[in-house]
């Protein structure tokens, strides 16, 4: 079965950190752009970040840049994202996904195949 | 406030039609943007629907299909089910952003 499983969430105050992870199973991990995705209460979806194949390509939202890192373990099928300067807005719920890569000619627009049920993080002081 | 546009609630009966709205501009649909749909009940995996407009994932029941025009896409759900009761999302590209991939502000589907 296919299937994403996320950890790591938690309770931080403002400017704290926090490390998700991401366990994928089922499919072959390292054929895959793999992202991370929000949605903070009462809001709708938010794409955060995403790596690709090899890790070797990173890409965030402005938003995050600079205080949030996406990276894998192809090795132990793990995708991660490393979170500092945490700030209320951060409070979301976040996914996991598997991207399926959508080339146009405008630029990318992967599609997320594959979520998990997500993993709840909340700044508050 | 995104820039795709997509009424936030909407309801219908069982066995109805019910048709979501996402409506762009010609920086992102108008331009030619492919769009993505997800259904997403709360506290569960998103899904996804709908990929480039519209292809269907083995699946997704045919109930669901899509289309896009102009400077919108739709979504369109027959014979609509209690099941279906869900949030639903448009992904697309807007190239006059620094963020380009957005997703739409969220329809809530109510079924009566």
């Known amino acids: 079965e296919v299937q994403l499983v996320e950890s790591g969430g938690g309770v931080v105050q403002p400017g704290g950190s926090l490390r998700l992870s991401c366990a994928a199973s089922?499919?072959?991990?390292?054929?895959?752009?793999m992202s991370w995705v929000r949605q903070a209460p009462g809001k709708g979806l938010e794409w955060v970040a995403n790596?690709?194949?090899?890790?070797?390509?990173?890409y965030y939202v402005d938003s995050v840049r600079g205080r949030f890192t996406i990276s894998r373990d192809n090795a132990k099928n793990s995708l991660y994202l490393e979170m500092h300067s945490l700030r209320a807005e951060d409070t979301a719920v976040y996914y996991c996904?598997?991207?399926?890569?959508?080339?146009?000619?405008?630029?990318?627009?992967?599609?997320?195949?594959?979520w998990g049920k997500g993993t709840t993080v909340t700044v508050f002081s | 406030q995104s820039v795709l546009t997509q009424p936030p609630s909407m309801s219908g009966a069982p066995g109805q039609r019910v048709t979501i709205s996402c409506t762009g501009s010609?920086?992102?649909?108008?331009?030619?943007?492919?769009v993505h749909w997800y259904q997403h009940i709360p506290g569960t995996a998103p899904k996804l629907l709908i990929y480039?407009?519209?292809n269907r994932p083995s699946g997704v029941p045919e109930r669901f299909s899509a289309s896009k025009s102009g400077t919108s896409a739709s979504l369109a759900i027959t014979g609509l089910q209690a099941e279906d009761e869900a949030d639903y999302y448009c992904?697309?590209?807007?190239?006059?952003?620094?963020?380009?991939?957005?997703f739409g502000g969220g329809t809530k589907l109510t079924v009566l």
């Open positions: 996904a598997r991207d399926q890569v959508w080339t146009m000619v405008q630029g990318r627009l992967n599609y997320m195949d594959v």
């Open positions: 089922g499919f072959r991990y390292h054929k895959y752009w």
């Open positions: 790596v690709n194949e090899d890790g070797s390509e990173k």
């Open positions: 010609s920086s992102n649909i108008g331009a030619g943007s492919d």
């Open positions: 480039g407009n519209v």
């Open positions: 992904q697309s590209y807007d190239s006059s952003l620094s963020d380009p991939v957005v």
